[in-house]
């Protein structure tokens, strides 16, 4: 099993930035594909973006280009998003979910096996 804990949302204006965390305990990440998707209230859940194992290969949504930086730190078995120039739009609950036994990431949502328990992001206008 893998639990993985969100930290690092908050209340920003738009403009700003939050660096989001996700660590993990219970099974080393170094090996896994990692993701992070976003759902806003009255909303699906959608993907932000993903990394390889290795962090050498990244996926973003085309909301995500360009503004947010997903990274990993597999010694800290901890995964980044630095997000910039927030939007109001851009206000949900935060997930980062985790893949086994494949270590590249995925847009997909199905194909995430652990997931956390969200950190809520609000981007004022």
């Known amino acids: 099993q893998v639990q993985l804990v969100e930290s690092g949302g908050g209340l920003v204006q738009a403009g700003g930035s939050l660096r989001l965390s996700c660590a993990a305990s219970?099974?080393?990440?170094?090996?896994?594909?990692m993701g992070w998707f976003r759902q806003a209230p009255g909303k699906e859940r959608e993907f932000v973006a993903a990394i390889s194992w290795s962090g050498a290969t990244t996926l973003y949504a085309d909301s995500a280009k360009g503004r947010f930086t997903i990274s990993r730190d597999n010694v800290k078995n901890t995964v980044y998003l630095q997000m910039n120039s927030l939007k109001p739009e851009d206000t949900a609950v935060y997930y980062c979910a985790a893949r086994e036994p494949y270590n590249s990431g995925s847009a997909y949502a199905y194909q995430y096996n652990y997931w956390g328990q969200g950190t809520q992001v609000t981007v004022s206008s």
């Open positions: 219970g099974r080393n990440l170094s090996t896994k594909g």
